[in-house]
């Protein structure tokens, strides 16, 4: 498919956009410290050469007390201005523009002074901020233009504002946190002012021949938000005030509807921005879940929006717009909105990464990594076809060697194609067909249905072997757990079993806890479908705060109870950016969690649980799920052994314990360090 209106150019009047991408922001945490300038400057310039129109910057605070966390990044001083030269030098060179993103997080900021309009603490941060005096709100609006001017100084093309998610601006925006009866509250417009005289303040520092960015939240998703009419009129009023491009914000932070986890559909919320599209004459830029350049293309050809922001499919695939400019929409390594690399590392203060992208952030070690090819090539075969097994592959063909993935089974991707299955989670499945697609491209095979029995000529032919066999799930020894209305959890799901009206689940781990989604959400479709998704979480652009007042989760009707022997909170194990998705969703089903117990029997009609406070009980139950978690299948590795057959062990075959998805697929990656 051809991509004809992504890759037309956007004259902005000053300066062209080579085509209609651009890079969202993310914060990687590479921008918290100048000891990380030179990554921070690969990981762009390499996003750059992939050929993205256009970058914008993770955020940084215009002064010290908007800080993200004590850590946090500013842009202040001389000494960034001259540090920031080389980065965007580098971008240039590749006929990229790039934005630094200028971010106050006001009352989101994770130190105790943090400030804003009102003394008004967030439910997400546990400090209060201090209500900002009148004059403080003046500097502050200078911060901005000074900010801007470093910016400038530095080589950027201009600074997005970041004027939604909840942070200052959008804090001064909202009678939900500003409380003040000065000139900067009360009324709409004069809580108005305050993104208004930051938009003029930064264009007359900056000239007319820069890009002004302003993210605008067009759905706020919490009580006490925008209605339509004020987002549109504030649109044209920033518009008036020097903008040069409109973003769309979704929802503040502390809204507890989803707005980018997996289980959002694709392009869910670009009809507002559509809407948006209508009320002012300047570009605007479409956002959040879109991860493949069809979806992208549809957008622009539906006259939505003239630009696509996609942020986490950069970090997964760096070249995905020079892909699709290739008509080669199937080598992109899809973004599957999971989280557990990127946002998730950064709410444990780590660097970010990408699950199916190792490299991401780190991409001047990989690419000295990469650039050595082996000397001496090899034949390999890598056994199993799931995550680990599929990108082992892909890395040992990149390095040179013959590669034959042998998989036991019919098909392919292991725990990622149960994964798949779950509601929200489709996107897993395009990324094995990415994995198998460019194994083929690169010359592997892959033999489905092939056992390697190490005895066997055909495996004294290889050089090496990798032992990707990944795991088996735990059967604990529970009396009666043969009886059939109990299945372990890679049955109930492979086979699409119909759940019945009572089930029981022993374990709830990550599989758990999915399984339990699924058998709430078996036959409704809330997957690719926005109005569905809406429908769900009670969303309606139309209504106050994009909310519908008052509105009730529709209940599936089935009684799940939820089982675990440790003494831990429900969904303790989740990623920090997703767990309060899966919670929210279960207790708002009625799901029971019980904890702290042993398990006694499982009877025709339910289990037997032990508390370890109190007597026995009884949980009635139709069907009883088993999601104990894993044990490692690296039965193989002895084999091998006895047969004197090189060999390496990745993936949940090494390690089963917490096993999940990122290890597995960063241990297939550390085969391109290692010498065989
Ligand atoms: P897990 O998260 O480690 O959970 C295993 C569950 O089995 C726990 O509830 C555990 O609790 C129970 N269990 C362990 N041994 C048992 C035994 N002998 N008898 C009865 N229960 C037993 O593993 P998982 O659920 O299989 O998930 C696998 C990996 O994928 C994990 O790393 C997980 O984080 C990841 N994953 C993540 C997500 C997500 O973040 N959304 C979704 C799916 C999977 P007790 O031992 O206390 O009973
Ligand atoms: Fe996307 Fe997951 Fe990678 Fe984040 S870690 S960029 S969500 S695939």
Redesign the pocket.
């Known amino acids: 498919m051809e991509y004809s209106r992504l890759f037309t150019p956007l004259d902005l009047g000053f300066t062209q956009l080579s085509n209609r991408f651009v890079m969202g922001s993310i914060h990687t945490g590479l921008e918290d410290n100048l000891k990380h300038i030179d990554r921070l400057t690969e990981y762009f310039a390499e996003r750059a050469r992939g050929g993205v129109g256009l970058i914008v910057t993770g955020g940084y605070s215009p002064n010290l007390l908007g800080k993200l966390s004590p850590f946090g990044s500013t842009f202040t001083s001389l000494k960034m201005v001259r540090a920031h030269q080389t980065l965007t030098k580098a971008v240039h060179a590749h006929g990229s523009k790039i934005c630094l993103q200028l971010l106050h997080a006001g009352r989101y900021s994770y130190h105790p002074f943090s400030v804003a309009p009102s003394r008004i603490k967030s439910p997400i941060t546990p400090f209060t901020p201090f209500a900002m005096a009148g004059w403080y709100v003046k500097k502050t609006i200078r911060d901005f233009a000074q900010a801007a001017i470093y910016a400038s100084q530095a080589g950027y093309d201009g600074v997005e504002i970041m004027g939604s998610e909840g942070y200052l601006i959008h804090q001064f925006l909202s009678a939900r946190t500003n409380l003040r009866s000065d000139e900067w509250g009360g009324t709409f417009e004069k809580r108005s002012r305050f993104a208004l005289e930051i938009v003029r303040a930064v264009r007359e520092a900056l000239g007319p021949n820069s890009i002004i960015i302003f993210r605008l939240s067009v759905l706020d998703l919490v009580e006490g938000g925008a209605t339509r009419e004020e987002v549109f009129s504030l649109a044209r009023e920033i518009e008036k005030a020097g903008a040069t491009l409109l973003n769309s914000g979704i929802g503040w932070h502390e809204a507890r509807i989803p707005t980018i986890a997996s289980m959002v559909p694709h392009a869910a919320f670009t009809s507002i921005t559509a809407e948006l599209r209508q009320h002012v004459k300047i570009p605007v830029v479409a956002t959040n879940r879109i991860n493949d350049p069809e979806t992208a293309e549809k957008i622009l050809a539906d006259g939505q929006a003239d630009l696509i922001s996609m942020a986490?499919p950069f970090?997964?695939d760096p070249h995905f717009v020079n892909k699709a400019k290739n008509n080669q929409a199937m080598r992109i390594n899809p973004?599957?909105?999971?989280?557990?690399?990127?946002?998730d590392n950064i709410f444990q203060n780590k660097l970010a990464s990408?699950?199916?992208?190792p490299t991401a952030c780190l991409e001047d070690e990989w690419k000295i990594t990469f650039s050595k090819r082996s000397s001496a090539p090899k034949n390999i075969a890598v056994v199993g076809a799931g995550p680990a097994g599929l990108n082992a592959a892909l890395v040992l063909l990149r390095m040179g060697h013959e590669v034959t993935v042998h998989e036991k089974a019919g098909t392919l991707g292991g725990q990622f194609m149960l994964a798949a299955l779950i509601p929200g989670k489709k996107d897993y499945a395009r990324s094995i067909e990415h994995w198998h697609s460019e194994i083929v491209r690169l010359g592997g095979k892959v033999l489905l249905n092939s056992e390697l029995n190490p005895d066997s000529d055909t495996a004294r032919k290889y050089d090496h072997v990798v032992v990707a066999t990944g795991v088996l799930p735990r059967q604990p020894k529970i009396p009666g757990d043969h009886l059939p209305h109990v299945f372990m959890y890679d049955r109930f799901l492979r086979e699409g079993i119909a759940p019945a009206n009572t089930v029981a689940i022993i374990g709830a781990g990550g599989i758990g806890i999915d399984v339990a989604t699924a058998i709430y959400q078996f036959g409704s479709d809330t997957d690719e479908n926005s109005k569905n998704f809406f429908a769900h979480w009670g969303i309606n652009p139309a209504e106050k705060s994009g909310l519908i007042a008052g509105f009730k989760h529709k209940k599936s009707g089935r009684t799940v109870t939820l089982l675990q022997r440790k003494k831990a909170p429900m969904g303790s194990t989740l990623g920090k950016t997703t767990g309060w998705i899966h919670r929210q969703e279960l207790k708002h089903q009625g799901v029971t969690y019980l904890n702290d117990l042993t398990y006694e029997e499982i009877t025709s009609e339910g289990v037997w649980i032990k508390p370890t406070q109190g007597e026995r009980r009884f949980i009635t139950a139709q069907q009883v799920i088993i999601c104990a978690g894993q044990l490692s299948e690296n039965s193989l590795v002895e084999k091998l052994k006895r047969a004197g057959i090189q060999h390496s062990l990745i993936g949940g075959a090494r390690l089963a314990g917490e096993l999940d998805a990122v290890r597995a697929i960063q241990d297939a990656f550390e085969l391109a360090k290692s010498e065989f």
């Open positions: 986490r970090l997964a973004c599957i909105a999971c989280n557990q690399a990127c946002l990408c699950m199916v992208n």
